[in-house]
Nanobody
Framework: QVQLVESGGGLVQAGGSLRLSCSAFGRTLGSYASGWFRQAPGKEREFVAAISCSGGRIYYADSVKGRFTISRDNAKNTLYLQMNSLKPEDAAIYYC?????????????????WGQGTQVTVSS
């Protein structure tokens, strides 16, 4: 079983940047496809980005394509989400997740392990 801990959230002005990190404990993160999801108040959890075990396959939600970059450093057991050109509508709690499958998935139901989330607030 793998434990996930997110960090890097905070308050940023619209147009600014943040880098989220997700550290894995207990198991090697490289054994899991990984993803980022987010949930804003009153809304359902939504897919943001996903990356396969090797990093060779990546998917993004249309709403973040061109602004966000998902990456992983398996040697450091860490998943990242670089967020640029942030908009007020990006404000949410961001969760990282791990899927025992090799390939990346955009479906939250594929992920067995979740972090506790990190808050991202974007002021206009």
């Amino acid at each position: 079983q793998v434990q996930l801990v997110e960090s890097g959230g905070g308050l940023v002005q619209a147009g600014g940047s943040l880098r989220l990190s997700c550290s894995a404990f207990g198991r090697t993160l490289g054994s899991y496809a990984s993803g980022w999801f987010r949930q804003a108040p009153g809304k359902e959890r939504e897919f943001v980005a996903a990356i396969s075990c090797s990093g060779g396959r990546i998917y993004y939600a249309d709403s973040v394509k061109g602004r966000f970059t998902i990456s992983r450093d398996n040697a450091k057991n860490t998943l990242y989400l670089q967020m640029n050109s942030l908009k007020p509508e990006d404000a949410a709690i961001y969760y990282c997740a791990a899927d025992p499958a090799v390939g990346a998935s955009v479906d939250a139901r594929s992920y067995d392990y979740w972090g506790q989330g990190t808050q991202v607030t974007v002021s206009s």
